[in-house]
């Protein structure tokens, strides 16, 4: 089955690289303002909706509020994290990605085991991207050798 993937950016140069990553699964109509994309959006409801949240005057969040009246799925990206509108994304019932993501998650949005909500919270640091202390075996070498000399024991 293809898919009918409809996506809007202002800027042109990011079409081949998500062009590529869809290739041979969907056909993509690129769209490079709000109003074609709004006018695309209620002629032909696509299967997804890729925006980008910066669109001039708009932003992705109108699209993905006008692509929930016709259960549309959406992905809205923009290049840096933003928690109050990545909220405000979520609660119009899109999914939030970064940009330099994208291109790794949309083969995915085409699948059925996507969640229909973004339930991720934002606000919350990704603790895997995060040292988190702790001891291994590789660790114990050297906390052995970096104690000083002039250490010496209570008596």
Do not use: W
């Not at 032909?44 to 259960?71: R, V």
């Amino acid at each position: 089955m293809t898919y009918h993937v409809l996506l809007v950016d202002p800027r042109p140069e990011r079409f081949p690289q998500l062009d590529k990553a869809l290739q041979n699964v969907a056909n993509l109509t690129f769209v490079k303002d709000f109003l074609s994309a709004r006018e695309a959006l209620l002629e032909n409801p696509p299967d997804l909706l890729i925006t980008n949240l910066k669109l001039g005057p708009y932003n992705g969040i109108h699209l993905a509020l006008l692509a929930s009246l016709s259960q549309t799925r959406c992905l809205v990206y923009a290049n840096q994290l933003d928690v109050v509108l990545a909220r405000e994304v979520q609660a119009a019932g899109a999914f939030y990605v970064r940009a330099e993501h994208l291109s790794f998650v949309l083969p995915a949005f085409l699948t059925p085991q996507v969640p229909l909500r973004d339930r991720r919270d934002f606000a919350v640091v990704d603790r895997r991207k995060a040292f988190r202390g702790g001891r291994r075996t590789t660790d114990v070498e050297i906390l052995n050798t970096s104690v000083p000399n002039e250490v010496r024991p209570l008596s």
